[in-house]
């Protein structure tokens, strides 16, 4: 399988909130004839709660050839220190092409800044 992708960001610090927006093309090849493309768009919100807090806000959607999800998250993120974060959100399907929701959670090490 080959995988070509075209990102193209936006990203504009308002000092708190902070703002995202997204478009991914994916072209995928599996095998000698078969293509399939996947167009992602995504716009998101981030800002400080109360110390190592933070709230995130994401409206995001994928198109591919035969499905069209659509979805809104909602996230809070604890930072206790500069090297660690934990993630915790929820996110819900607007259309019958996704999932009614998911929870997620997760934890990110950062090892370089």
């Known amino acids: ?3 070509f992708s075209l990102p193209g960001f936006f990203s504009a ?3 708190d909130p902070h703002l995202d927006m997204n478009l991914v093309c994916n ?3 599996y095998g000698k004839e078969l293509w399939q493309s996947q167009e992602h768009v995504a716009a998101s919100v981030d800002a400080a709660l109360r110390g190592p807090w933070r709230w995130a806000a994401e409206l995001r959607g994928v198109h591919t ?3 069209n999800p659509l979805y ?3 996230a809070v993120t604890y930072q206790p ?4 974060s934990w993630d915790f959100g929820v996110e819900f399907g607007l259309n019958n092409d996704s999932p ?3 929870l997620s959670a997760g934890v990110v090490f950062i090892l370089l800044k």
């Open 100 to 102: 009614r929701y998911t």
């Open 13 to 15: 610090d308002l000092g």
């Open 72 to 74: 809104c998250l909602g």
């Open 65 to 67: 050839s035969d499905l």
């Open 27 to 29: 072209c995928l090849r």
């Open 81 to 84: 220190h500069r090297a660690i």
């Open 1 to 3: 399988m080959y995988m």
